[in-house]
């Protein structure tokens, strides 16, 4: 799964180091993997030296100290590398991939003002957070090979002496864990009881609601 992001909701204009707000950092606790863009739209001044955007990470929002660092790339790069401005052409766009090298927040810093002759500078951060699946779509395989392992490389599963299979085996395309959240027959979940949830009974399109509760539409 993937998901828009955006360190800069709009083109951000600067003339001096800065870094993202505090409170505007966004959080990206759930993602395995990001797709980020930096895009520098326009400038003023002489076109010279190196322009430096990076991509700050860090693990809280409440004080802008050295807890926050460089995001880098697998291979130990800045997520962004210095732009050389001689002879640029605008707008320019560079991309980085990163799967790790980040924690829960993420901001952008400019950070080498002094080293190029612009009076400012116009950019935008944006990208995509990604999530690597949970299992595969292909139930019917990962089902017939979970003594083996997939083909996917994935190592086969525990057993589990409750359901007298390895845990994640698909029985019918279900897992046994997506089993417990299924109605049976009587309108309990198989996980818990009746009492824990709000069940809709097809028979008589009424709710069996938890005690206490009207039932009824």
Known sequence: MAELIALTTQPVTLTGNTNQNLWSAVE????DMLDLQLGVVATTGSMTGTLSIRVLTG??????????????????ANVFADITLNGLTLPYWTSASVNMGFTRYLRWSLINWGLNGLSSVTFVVQGMARRYARR????????ATASGGSALGIAPPPADA???????TFIGGVSP??????????????GGDQRDCECENAS????????????GR
């Not at 595969?136 to 089902?143: E, F, V």
């Not at 409750?162 to 994640?168: P, R």
Request: aromatic share 8%.
């Open 162 to 168: 409750k359901f007298g299979a390895a845990v994640g």
């Open 136 to 143: 595969s779509g292909a139930t019917a395989t990962l089902g």
């Open 177 to 190: 864990f997506e089993m417990l959240q299924r109605p049976d027959a009587s309108n309990r979940f198989l």
């Open 204 to 215: 008589t399109k009424r709710y069996d609601a938890p005690a206490g509760r009207a039932v």
């Open 28 to 31: 990206v606790p759930h993602c």
């Open 59 to 76: 693990v809280q929002t409440l004080t802008d100290d050295n807890s926050w660092v460089v995001a880098q790339t697998r291979s130990g």
